[in-house]
């Protein structure tokens, strides 16, 4: 049986850290686009982090629903 993490405000803050690794991660697809890349590559990496992105911000969303729901943040 998996064990479920309780929502609290820590798992709101590592979730909102999270979220902001999307610099990180648009500064290395700019590495990556000073090297040999078509396109289409590019535009796949971008679609990637799209999707990537949309998922942790919904999951920080939920996250901080569940916290006002719960009382744990007001």
């Known amino acids: 049986m998996p064990i479920v993490k309780e929502t609290d ?7 909102i850290m999270n ?10 697809l700019g590495n990556v686009y000073d090297r040999e890349h078509t396109e289409d590559e590019i535009l796949n990496i971008l679609i990637g982090i799209t ?24």
Do not use: A
């Not at 405000?9 to 979730?15: H, I």
């Not at 979220?19 to 290395?28: A, E, G, M, P, S």
């Open 19 to 28: 979220c902001w690794r999307v610099i990180d991660d648009l500064k290395t």
């Open 9 to 15: 405000r820590f798992t709101l803050e590592e979730k």
């Open 51 to 74: 999707d990537l992105y949309d998922q942790r911000f919904n999951e920080l969303f939920d996250t901080f629903e569940e916290c006002i729901d719960r009382g744990v943040i007001k």
